[in-house]
């Protein structure tokens, strides 16, 4: 099994998703500005597994801080490291909820109770994950190819995955599964991480480079396309890597369906559209190195949005871990959450 992040005698312990798949190494963070670096640089990515990160920060964080004004520092410096995917200020404020029930009490009860809603935390989404797959699993059709999008498997969440968690369920129920994993420039968590995690699996896998999933959705060998997010607005409009409203448009192009597997604290109800959602600015090198080699004239202008946006209107469904939602979404999601 893989262990995206786990909560260790030594500290917070990450597989390092910067070095994957040459090198599988791990990050030990002894304070939570080290998780919150980890966070930014993506040592650690995928919204489900930097909102346990966060939560495990804030536990850490507090391990040697004691006020509401250090508890509030630590939490502003978490919330301040990527801005799109909702889940890591849902836990934040998860975090932040429990302390306030707590206080009054003795610093060492508070301290231990908010290593272990971290860790609760952790635990939960793994348990989410395998519930979205379940979910999910009958959608996906036998004996056809996957196409997915960016990583959105066991080291983008606590474990098992969301899209991925689909797949793999869809496997485990005996379904015969390709996948088609496009490569997701610039970071490739595509070529780097979802195929080294199917590999793990023995879930067959191909690797395509992003320009080219328009010509094999046209091609009839896709059954359907299934991606994570970073965050869903109340109408259903889905915020997810760079790239994936072109795959969306193509898929409906082709009756191809577009499936969104995501857990419920993805969803942030009081975003009415996904215009709504920040998107994450990233570094131009992202864009014009290659593993530390320039690839683009000097001076070059450069684009960096780690997210787009797909109108609710591609996405054929959302599978959550309460069960999936069919359009319209405002009425289908407003439902799973209440
Ligand atoms: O920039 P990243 O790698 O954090 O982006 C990750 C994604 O876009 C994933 O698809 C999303 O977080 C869902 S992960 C279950």
């Given at each position: 099994m893989i262990e995206t992040i786990q909560w260790t005698e030594a500290g917070v312990v990450m597989i390092d998703q910067t070095k994957l798949p040459r090198e599988e190494t791990y990050v030990t963070c002894t304070d939570y500005t080290q998780v919150a670096d980890a966070i930014r640089t993506m040592v650690i990515r995928g919204a489900p597994a930097i909102g346990v990160a966060a939560a495990m920060g804030v536990a850490l964080g507090m391990q040697h801080a004691e006020s509401p004004r250090e508890f509030d520092e630590i939490c502003a410096t978490l919330a301040s490291t990527r801005p799109t995917a909702v889940n890591l200020f849902w836990a934040i404020e998860r975090m932040r909820r429990l302390y306030q029930e707590l206080q009054g009490r003795p610093i060492p009860e508070i301290r231990a109770k908010l290593k272990t809603e971290?860790?609760?935390?952790?635990?939960?989404?793994?348990?989410?994950?395998?519930?979205?797959?379940?979910n999910g699993a009958a959608l996906i059709p036998d004996g056809k190819t996957v196409l997915t999008h960016c990583n959105a498997g066991a080291l983008a969440t606590a474990g098992y995955g969301t899209a991925l968690g689909v797949i793999r369920a869809a496997v485990a129920a005996g379904k015969k599964i390709d996948v088609f994993a496009d490569e997701t420039r610039p970071f490739l968590q595509g070529a780097r991480l979802t195929v080294w995690e199917l590999q793990r699996d023995d879930i067959p896998a191909t690797l395509i480079t992003d320009n080219m999933a328009g010509h094999f959705l046209h091609s009839g060998r896709i059954g359907c396309v299934v991606v994570g997010a970073d965050r869903i607005a109340a109408n259903g409009d889905v915020a997810n890597k760079i790239g994936t409203y072109s795959v969306a448009v193509l898929a409906k192009e082709n009756n191809v369906p577009f499936y969104v597997a995501a857990p419920i604290s993805t969803l942030d109800q009081k975003l009415a559209s996904g215009d709504e959602i920040p998107i994450e600015q990233r570094a131009a090198e992202e864009v014009t190195h290659l593993f530390g080699v320039q690839v683009a004239p000097l001076g070059t202008a450069v684009e960096n949005p780690a997210f787009d946006v797909t109108p609710h209107r591609y996405v054929s469904a959302i599978v959550t871990e309460r069960g999936v939602a069919r359009p319209p979404y405002l009425e289908s999601l407003r439902k799973l959450v209440s």
């Open positions: 971290a860790q609760q935390i952790r635990l939960e989404d793994i348990a989410i994950n395998e519930c979205i797959g379940k």
